[in-house]
Structures are given as structure tokens and as C-alpha cells.
């Protein structure tokens, strides 16, 4: 939906996700292997429909006016409170850091490539491409530490130089 859609439509954030959330069911339920899948297997397939369709920009194009358009519906969403002294917990910690400064832990997964997905936005402000993040994906699980505009993106398990 674009953003004038949205601003005259009498559909909120929430009931636009609930409408997803039965393509997502229906999605899910076709894949047929009996567990259940990842969303974002559903999101990768709808930009691979994207270049196939020869969408405007390709999935490149989709991705990136998709996420304009997440970042400009967040304020529509209610706010989660989360308790400031909560630990994340999950094996897996995903950190940033000014170069050469100390790591902090943006979240943590128990898995390792929902924890590298987790470092997306943060190396998007960093200047890395929103198309090169799936292979960058890849080189955070494989314990690299990538580093962009003096910041600095790393992956790591639980216990082994956390700080």
C-alpha cells in the first residue's frame, strides 16, 4: 500500500498485519514439509515474484520501498515496553561498535542468522547496501567482522569475548 493509500485508508497498522498474517497462513500451509516456515522465506520469495514480474526496480526496488514504507507506518504501532535492565538472552550476540571502541549487544537469537539479521538497520546507517545484506548475512555467521563508516558488526556465540 503507498503512502497515500495508507493515509486515506480506515485500515490501522495492526489490521493491515492481521490481513498478512492470512497470506502468511496461507503461505505456510503450502509449503507442505510439515514445519512450519520462516517468514522470511515468504519475503524472499515475493522479491524473487518481484523480478519475475519485472516489477519497477526488480526486488531491489520492492525491498527498498518496502522498508521506506515499514519505517514510515512504526509510528502507527503501539509501543511494547521492555524493561531497560533486561538481558537479552539466545545463544548468539549481535554486536556493533564505534572502531576500536567497546561492543555493545544489539539483540541475541538463538539463531545465528536471525542474530546477523538483527545488525540490519544499524548497517544500513552504516552505509552498507540494503541489497549486499544477505551475503554480509552470510560473513557475520561466519564469525567476520564487518566494518563500515567507522562502525563496526559482528556475530557472535554467547561466552566467547562478549565485551
Known amino acids: 500500500m503507498d503512502f497515500i493509500a495508507a493515509v486515506w485508508s480506515d485500515l490501522t497498522t495492526p489490521d ?5 498474517r492470512k497470506a502468511w497462513e ?10 512450519e516456515s520462516r517468514i522470511e522465506d515468504l519475503i524472499t520469495d515475493l522479491l524473487h515474484l518481484a523480478d519475475t514480474d519485472e516489477h519497477p526496480g526488480g526486488a531491489e526496488g520492492v525491498a527498498a520501498r518496502a522498508s521506506r ?3 514510515g507506518e512504526l509510528a502507527t504501532w503501539p509501543t511494547v515496553a521492555r524493561e531497560a535492565t ?8 549481535a554486536q556493533a561498535r564505534q572502531v576500536g571502541g567497546q561492543w555493545f549487544t544489539v539483540a ?30 552470510e560473513d557475520l555467521m561466519k564469525g567476520y567482522v564487518l566494518t563500515s563508516d567507522g562502525c563496526e558488526f559482528r556475530v557472535i556465540e554467547r561466552g566467547s569475548d562478549e565485551g
Open 16 to 20: 493491515r498485519a492481521d490481513r498478512a
Open 26 to 35: 496461507l503461505y505456510d500451509a503450502a509449503s507442505g514439509d510439515g514445519e
Open 69 to 71: 514504507n515499514y519505517e
Open 86 to 93: 533486561a538481558e537479552p538472552t539466545g545463544r548468539f550476540l
Open 108 to 137: 541475541a537469537d538463538d539463531d545465528q542468522r536471525s542474530a546477523a539479521v538483527d545488525l540490519w538497520r544499524g548497517m544500513q546507517l552504516a552505509g552498507f547496501r540494503f541489497s549486499e545484506l544477505a551475503a554480509h548475512t
